[in-house]
C-alpha cells in the first residue's frame, strides 16, 4: 500500500485530524441519518447524458498554459498566509498604479485556516522556477481583516471561508466581496453574505440560510457566472457557490449552484432564506435532514470519499468555456479509519468489532486513501445549463476531462501518511486576461504560493 507523509506542524494536523473522527454517523446529532457506508475502492463510472453546447466548445487541459508563481507577503493585521488557502478572489479595479506588466488587478484572499480573514495583495509578474528565491512577491495593499462581522471564531471545528468580487447589481450602488463561511459539522446555520471591499470598514451583510439545502452542499467556494450563460440558464444568477467535503455528506461528487442574494433584498435580512437559486450540480438528492441522499448510482467517475475540492472557476476563452474544481483527488483504495490502512466500519460499535486504534502517529479516525493528486476537473457549462432548464438529473453531468498539477508543485510529496486537505487551495480568474490563479497550500514554508495559468490564448 502506497503512503504518503506531510510537513504539517504536528500540533495543528492532530487537531485537525481528531475532529475528522466526527465523520462517523454514530457521533453526529441525534437527527442525523447515516449516510450510504463509504466503499472501500473506485466506483463504477456512469455514462454521462450527450448533451449539444450551446454555443462553442469546451476548454481543454491542453489550453491551459503555465506561466509560473509567485509568493505571498509576510504577516499584517493580525493574521498571515501560514495554512491559508479557503479563498481566493480577482478584482479588476485593485492596484491601479501596479506596472504595466500584463497581470493588472488585485487579488483578495483568505489566510491562515483557524481565523480566515482576508487581506488584498497585488499580482506580481509570475516566475517559471522550482526556486522560490526566485519568484517575485506580492505586496500588502490591504492587511487582513474580518469581512463576516465575527463569524469566525475559535469555538469553531475546521473553518472555511470562500469569496467572489462582483460588480453591483440589482439595487446596490457598489461591488461587493460576497462571501460563505461554513465549519466541518453544520446542517442549515446561515451561511453567505457579502462585505464592501474596503477592509478596514467592510461592513457586512448577512449571514442567510441557502434556500432548503444543507450547508454540507452549499457553503464553501463561490465563483462568478458568465452573464450571456446565466441569461440563457439561469437568469439573474451570476455566482455559483458549493462545497465538496470528504465523505458521503455531500453527496458523491462537488455541489454547485447559482444564486443571487440580491434579488432577496438590498441586502436580505440577517438569517433571511435566500430563494433565488438553482441547483447545477449534486451527486444525490436533498433529503429532509442535512443528510445527501446517494448512491453509485449518483456518483461522479471514480469517486472516493477522500476526495476534496477547495476551489473552482467558470473558465472562458473566445468561444470556449468550462466549470472546473481545483483540489485533491483520491487514487487507488480508499477507506475510513486510520491512516495506516486499518479499517474502522461504521457500525462497528454496534456490533462490538472494532479493530484496536493503531498506537500514535496512526491513531487519528478519518477517510484515507493510498495515493493523492492535486488536479483540476473539467465540466461542460452546456451539461450544468441542461440541470438548470431541468433537461438533466443533478448527478448526470460528469467531468470531461482532468488536469494533474503535480508537475507545477513546489512540495508535491507529503510526509505523513495521507493527506487529503492540505495539496491545493482556492482559485480565481481573471476573465478579460484569461488568466487563472491557484493556490498550493504548504509551498513556501507553511505559507502557501499562488501559480498562474493562461487560458486560451
Same mark, same amino acid.
Given at each position: 500500500?502506497?503512503?504518503?507523509?506531510?510537513?504539517?506542524?504536528?500540533?495543528?494536523?492532530?487537531?485537525?485530524? !481528531?475532529?475528522?473522527?466526527?465523520?462517523?454517523?454514530?457521533?453526529?446529532?441525534?437527527?442525523?441519518?447515516?449516510?450510504?457506508?463509504?466503499?472501500?475502492?473506485?466506483?463504477?463510472?456512469? !455514462?454521462?447524458?450527450?448533451?449539444?453546447?450551446?454555443?462553442?466548445?469546451?476548454?481543454?487541459?491542453?489550453?491551459?498554459?503555465?506561466?509560473?508563481?509567485?509568493?505571498?507577503?509576510?504577516?499584517?493585521?493580525?493574521?498571515?498566509?501560514?495554512?491559508?488557502?479557503?479563498?481566493?478572489? *480577482?478584482?479588476?479595479?485593485?492596484?491601479?498604479?501596479?506596472?504595466?506588466?500584463?497581470?493588472?488587478?488585485?487579488?483578495?484572499?483568505?489566510?491562515?485556516?483557524?481565523?480566515?480573514?482576508?487581506?488584498?495583495?497585488?499580482?506580481?509578474?509570475?516566475?517559471?522556477?522550482?526556486?522560490?528565491?526566485?519568484?517575485?512577491?506580492?505586496?500588502?495593499?490591504?492587511?487582513?481583516?474580518?469581512?463576516?462581522?465575527?463569524?469566525?471564531?475559535?469555538?469553531?471545528?475546521?473553518?472555511?471561508?470562500?469569496?467572489?468580487?462582483?460588480?453591483?447589481?440589482?439595487?446596490?450602488?457598489?461591488?461587493?466581496?460576497? *462571501?460563505?463561511?461554513?465549519?466541518?459539522?453544520?446542517? *442549515?446555520?446561515?451561511?453567505?453574505?457579502?462585505?464592501?471591499?474596503?477592509?478596514?470598514?467592510?461592513?457586512?451583510?448577512?449571514?442567510?440560510?441557502?434556500?432548503?439545502?444543507t450547508n454540507y452542499v452549499t457553503n464553501d467556494y463561490i465563483f462568478e457566472i458568465p452573464a450571456e450563460w446565466a441569461a440563457v440558464n439561469?437568469?439573474?444568477?451570476?455566482?455559483?457557490?458549493?462545497?465538496?467535503?470528504?465523505?458521503?455528506?455531500?453527496?458523491?461528487?462537488?455541489?454547485?449552484?447559482?444564486?443571487?442574494?440580491?434579488?432577496?433584498? +438590498?441586502?436580505?435580512?440577517?438569517?433571511?432564506?435566500?430563494?433565488?437559486?438553482?441547483?447545477?450540480?449534486?451527486?444525490?438528492?436533498?433529503?429532509?435532514?442535512?443528510?445527501?441522499?446517494?448512491?453509485?448510482?449518483?456518483?461522479?467517475?471514480?469517486?472516493?470519499?477522500?476526495?476534496?475540492?477547495w476551489g473552482g472557476a467558470w473558465l472562458t476563452a473566445g468561444e470556449k468555456s468550462a466549470v472546473i474544481f481545483v483540489g485533491t483527488k483520491?487514487?487507488?483504495?480508499?477507506?475510513?479509519?486510520?491512516? +495506516?490502512?486499518?479499517?474502522?466500519?461504521?457500525?462497528?460499535?454496534?456490533?462490538?468489532?472494532?479493530?484496536?486504534?493503531?498506537?500514535?502517529?496512526?491513531?487519528?479516525?478519518?477517510?484515507?486513501?493510498?495515493?493523492?493528486?492535486?488536479?483540476?476537473?473539467?465540466?461542460?457549462?452546456?451539461?450544468?445549463?441542461?440541470?438548470?432548464?431541468?433537461?438533466?438529473?443533478?448527478?448526470?453531468?460528469?467531468?470531461?476531462?482532468?488536469?494533474?498539477?503535480?508537475?507545477?508543485? *513546489?512540495?508535491?510529496?507529503?510526509?505523513?501518511?495521507?493527506?487529503?486537505?492540505?495539496?491545493?487551495?482556492?482559485?480565481?480568474?481573471?476573465?478579460?486576461?484569461?488568466?487563472?490563479?491557484?493556490?498550493?497550500?504548504?509551498?513556501?514554508?507553511?505559507?502557501?504560493?499562488?501559480?498562474?495559468?493562461?487560458?486560451?490564448?
Amino acid at each position: 500500500m502506497t503512503i504518503r507523509k506531510t510537513k504539517l506542524l504536528w500540533p495543528i494536523f492532530l487537531i485537525i485530524l !481528531s475532529v475528522l473522527a466526527c465523520n462517523l454517523p454514530g457521533e453526529m446529532e441525534p437527527e442525523t441519518s447515516e449516510p450510504t457506508p463509504a466503499e472501500n475502492t473506485k466506483l463504477a463510472p456512469t !455514462s454521462p447524458v450527450p448533451v449539444i453546447p450551446l454555443s462553442g466548445e469546451v476548454v481543454s487541459p491542453d489550453d491551459l498554459q503555465y506561466l509560473g508563481a509567485f509568493r505571498l507577503p509576510e504577516a499584517s493585521g493580525g493574521s498571515s498566509w501560514d495554512y491559508s488557502g479557503h479563498g481566493l478572489s *480577482f478584482y479588476p479595479g485593485g492596484d491601479s498604479n501596479s506596472p504595466d506588466d500584463g497581470f493588472p488587478g488585485s487579488l483578495f484572499g483568505v489566510g491562515h485556516d483557524q481565523q480566515l480573514y482576508v487581506s488584498e495583495i497585488s499580482i506580481p509578474a509570475p516566475v517559471n522556477s522550482k526556486n522560490l528565491d526566485d519568484l517575485n512577491t506580492a505586496v500588502t495593499l490591504q492587511p487582513f481583516a474580518d469581512i463576516t462581522g465575527g463569524t469566525i471564531t475559535d469555538e469553531l471545528a475546521i473553518p472555511r471561508l470562500g469569496m467572489e468580487y462582483l460588480p453591483p447589481q440589482g439595487d446596490q450602488t457598489t461591488g461587493k466581496l460576497h *462571501f460563505a463561511w461554513g465549519q466541518h459539522i453544520q446542517d *442549515f446555520e446561515p451561511s453567505h453574505g457579502w462585505s464592501e471591499l474596503d477592509l478596514s470598514h467592510p461592513q457586512p451583510a448577512g449571514t442567510w440560510v441557502f434556500g432548503g439545502y444543507t450547508n454540507y452542499v452549499t457553503n464553501d467556494y463561490i465563483f462568478e457566472i458568465p452573464a450571456e450563460w446565466a441569461a440563457v440558464n439561469a437568469p439573474g444568477m451570476l455566482l455559483a457557490t458549493g462545497r465538496a467535503r470528504e465523505g458521503p455528506w455531500s453527496g458523491r461528487g462537488p455541489a454547485l449552484f447559482a444564486y443571487a442574494p440580491w434579488e432577496d433584498g +438590498n441586502p436580505p435580512a440577517p438569517n433571511a432564506k435566500l430563494t433565488t437559486l438553482t441547483p447545477l450540480l449534486l451527486y444525490g438528492e436533498q433529503a429532509d435532514g442535512p443528510d445527501i441522499v446517494s448512491d453509485e448510482s449518483t456518483a461522479m467517475n471514480g469517486y472516493l470519499d477522500p476526495d476534496h475540492w477547495w476551489g473552482g472557476a467558470w473558465l472562458t476563452a473566445g468561444e470556449k468555456s468550462a466549470v472546473i474544481f481545483v483540489g485533491t483527488k483520491a487514487l487507488g483504495t480508499a477507506w475510513y479509519g486510520f491512516s +495506516n490502512g486499518v479499517v474502522w466500519d461504521y457500525d462497528c460499535a454496534e456490533q462490538g468489532n472494532c479493530p484496536e486504534v493503531p498506537e500514535w502517529p496512526y491513531d487519528d479516525r478519518g477517510y484515507w486513501a493510498d495515493d493523492y493528486q492535486a488536479q483540476i476537473i473539467f465540466y461542460d457549462p452546456a451539461d450544468l445549463g441542461a440541470v438548470a432548464r431541468g433537461e438533466m438529473e443533478t448527478w448526470e453531468p460528469q467531468p470531461y476531462a482532468s488536469l494533474d498539477l503535480t508537475p507545477y508543485l *513546489f512540495v508535491p510529496e507529503h510526509e505523513f501518511p495521507g493527506d487529503n486537505l492540505t495539496l491545493i487551495g482556492a482559485a480565481a480568474f481573471d476573465r478579460e486576461h484569461g488568466l487563472l490563479y491557484v493556490i498550493e497550500r504548504l509551498a513556501d514554508e507553511y505559507k502557501s504560493v499562488v501559480h498562474v495559468f493562461r487560458v486560451g490564448q
